[in-house]
């Protein structure tokens, strides 16, 4: 059983990504270029969610983001970056308040993460539980504007 | 100078305490080479050829003497008694173990200090002008928005981890000392009609591998709207800058392969769509940052004539290595780190000592260092200047070589950097000793050497009057010269003259080069001039006349 992050909490996953044994009607995540190709997911019973490519542009996710209860946006390594700009994107700018998860993530990226508005994380190495969560206070004060997943003492910029 | 406040001392704290705790799982093995290194990166740690190397960030060039007192300190206790200032106004550590990276941290750290973003591929130390505050041409101090663009950047949750470097410098200038138009983003400042403070930005320039020069975006900017239009530019470009290839990763080649026009679009169209979400630069803000950079406490003094009177060796320091001040009765001096047989750039703890003191007693305990790899004392009062210059005198920092050719910019080269395909510092050596001759410096007047030892051109030879960068012909270390580069204010990409040549021609070539230019020349002009105005060719006969073409 998986366990991720979500809200500070370490909790067992009720979601499978495509490929993984999911039984009927259970919570789906489903590659960007899959869901694209393939309306009939959309139709399919039990919550869905995207799993979204460094490539893939958000903006064309629009029309499907009320059919999902989830993004997944993927970190393939370490110096990825894109998906910082997908997450605020999605939460800022598209509005998006489902679950916006992390994937392939260590501690050290977390803060970053959630201050981009990144709820959940789905971690390279899950066994660090409570430095995972330490991780989320590491800082308590920031330059930017940011998500409120984290609270700041002090902050300089907003928007 | 800017102080920190509650929030900056907090985030330096809190990133030394979260590199500590990198630094110890990546020595317990729970961190791999390959998780720790981004870590390590943006915090100002490469793996050297021969240890780690640190280097750590003097924001757009300005130190306390309090901070470079403790630079000195840490360099004697961690490292081998000195320190490498470099063209991006920072200071590398070439020895520290890495254990000990921590600790160092954290003492910089109680100075005002760290070393966050001077390396990695996120917004680098922002550079500015080392005349900043006290140039007679200025249209405004630049210091106060560099230090807004420092904050806006350390740590921003969305650019940390870009597709490659990326470097800021701002110039209040129009003679442009900061080099901005090399830059992935130039800032320049500018007045409205009205004299409202804003910003020419030229984005894209950049030297290394396919050096370019910025182009312009903005003409006019207003600084109430800096913030969110950098956000936008970093935006566009955190999305679709190549990450498939890292030498064609910088933001330069984006621009080339959009067009100007399409890339200003793309940015202007993010720029209105994230308005709601953007950092806003409120105007009380600019006033706290503005309200640490007033002008210093100066006495009312009249100008005078410190030469008067004085020995002909003080005489050519007050020419080649002061400059004009704004104020009456000042001087800026140059510190000198260009002496003969010395590393461009090195500078000893013992050195480093007395530069602090001496600015604590002459320059309001400030000390700058520049773009050209040395440092410089901002505001000494004219009746010091002869004390002054005893003093640098005794510590080896007075050699009278300020903008001539053995004043040469230099990265460290082979002899440190595993990126680096041949030598610079002996090369270095070797045109100093060529051209040891003060009078013969002092004729060829105003000449920029500028040597990178790779096409990474820390030593922006692609913009020095003479270039030389090393390369790598069948592991041997060969050099290629360039000539007709420049930066300052009139910015131009200098064009390799021939085929490259060996370690012992470099020197013997720059030679036959200003033969050349001594031949050539009109009356009063200057080298750069010369070769703007004759063209490449017949340096290129002289520079090879005696020499038979390489391989």
Redesign the interface.
């Known amino acids: 059983m998986r366990h991720i992050l979500r809200r500070r909490e370490w909790v067992a996953d009720q979601w499978r990504y495509l490929g993984e044994e999911a039984a009927p009607g259970a919570a789906l995540i489903v590659p960007y270029a899959q869901l694209q190709a393939d309306s009939q997911w959309l139709s399919r019973p039990g919550p869905l969610g995207v799993r979204l490519a460094p490539v893939d542009a958000v903006e064309d996710l629009t029309g499907l983001l009320p059919h999902l209860s989830l993004v997944a946006v993927e970190f393939p390594s370490p110096g990825e970056g894109r998906g910082y700009t997908q997450g605020r994107l999605l939460r800022e700018r598209f509005g998006f308040k489902g679950e916006l998860r992390a994937l392939g993530v260590q501690q050290d990226q977390l803060f970053l993460l959630a201050r981009c508005g990144f709820d959940a994380f789905d971690l390279t190495q899950p066994q660090e539980h409570e430095a995972a969560v330490r991780a989320l206070s590491r800082y308590d004060v920031a330059y930017q504007p940011g998500a409120a997943q984290v609270a700041l003492r002090r902050q300089r910029f907003f928007a | 100078m800017y102080r920190y406040d ?2 900056d001392q ?2 330096v704290d ?2 030394v ?2 590199f500590r705790d ?1 630094t110890r799982r990546h020595l317990a093995g729970e ?1 791999s080479e ?2 720790f ?3 390590r990166l943006r915090n100002g740690l490469y793996i050297q050829r021969h240890a780690p190397m640190l280097r750590i960030a003097i924001p757009y060039g300005l130190l306390s003497s309090m901070q470079l007192t403790k630079l000195a300190d840490l360099a004697l206790r961690f490292d081998r008694g000195y320190g490498h200032f470099t063209t991006r106004q920072n200071l590398q550590l070439n020895w520290p173990a890495l254990g000990d990276v921590p600790q160092i941290l954290a003492e910089l750290a109680s100075v005002q200090m760290h070393a966050i973003q001077t390396s990695g ?1 996120c917004v680098r130390n922002v550079t500015a002008d080392h005349l900043a505050g006290i140039a007679p041409d200025e249209v405004d101090d630049p210091r106060p928005y560099c230090e807004i663009i420092r ?2 950047s ?10 490659r470097k990326f470097k800021i410098a701002v110039t209040g200038s129009p003679e442009d000392r900061a080099a901005s138009e090399v830059h992935d983003i130039g800032l320049q400042m500018m007045r409205d009609a009205q004299g409202g403070i804003g910003f020419t930005v030229r984005v894209g320039g950049g030297l290394g591998r396919a050096p370019m020069i910025g182009q312009v975006m903005r003409e006019f900017l207003p600084l109430g709207d800096l ?1 969110s239009y950098l956000e936008a530019v970093l ?1 566009v470009y ?2 679709h800058g190549r ?1 498939d290839n890292l030498n064609k990763a910088r933001i330069k080649v984006l621009v080339k392969s959009l067009g100007i026009a399409r890339f200003r679009e793309q940015v202007e169209a993010e720029w209105q ?2 308005a ?6 409120t105007a009380a ?1 600019v006033e706290r940052v503005r309200a640490f950079f007033r002008p210093q406490p100066y006495e009312t003094l009249e100008d005078i004539d410190a030469t008067a009177g004085r020995d002909n060796a003080f005489l050519a320091w007050y020419r080649y290595n002061t400059r004009a001040h704004r104020v009456p009765g000042y001087r800026a001096v140059f510190v000198c780190l260009k002496a003969h047989g010395q590393v461009p750039g090195d500078m000893t703890s013992k050195q480093m000592a007395a530069v602090a003191a001496l600015a604590e007693r002459v320059s309001f305990g400030l000390v700058r260092t520049t773009h050209s790899q040395n440092l410089l004392l901002a505001d000494v009062p004219q009746r010091d200047l002869y004390a002054v210059w005893r003093e640098l005198q005794d510590f080896g920092l007075a050699m009278p070589n300020i903008g001539t050719l053995t004043d040469m910019i230099a990265c460290p080269g082979l002899d440190f950097c595993s990126l680096a395909n041949a030598g610079t510092l002996d090369v270095a050596k070797s045109i100093q000793q060529r051209f040891d001759d003060l009078d013969y410096l002092y004729d060829l007047g105003e000449l920029e050497i500028k040597m990178s030892g790779c096409m990474n051109a820390c030593g922006h030879h692609h913009v020095g009057h003479i270039g030389v960068l090393g390369v790598d012909k069948h592991g041997e270390e060969w050099y290629q010269i360039s000539l007709g580069g420049s930066a300052n204010g009139f910015t131009a990409l200098g064009e390799v003259i021939g085929p490259s040549v060996r370690k012992n021609e470099v020197a013997p070539t720059i030679e036959r080069i200003v033969e050349v230019y001594r031949r050539l020349r009109a009356e009063g002009e200057r080298f750069i001039d010369t070769v703007r105005r004759v063209g490449l060719d017949p340096f290129r006969e002289g520079a090879y006349a005696a020499h038979p073409a390489a391989a």
């Open positions: 509650a929030l907090a985030l809190q990133r305490a979260e990198q961190l390959e998780q290194k981004p870590l591929n904050q806006w350390t740590l921003n949750p969305e650019f940390t981890y870009l597709p913030l935006r955190n999305r990450r769509a994230s709601a979400h953007a950092s806003k630069l803000e």
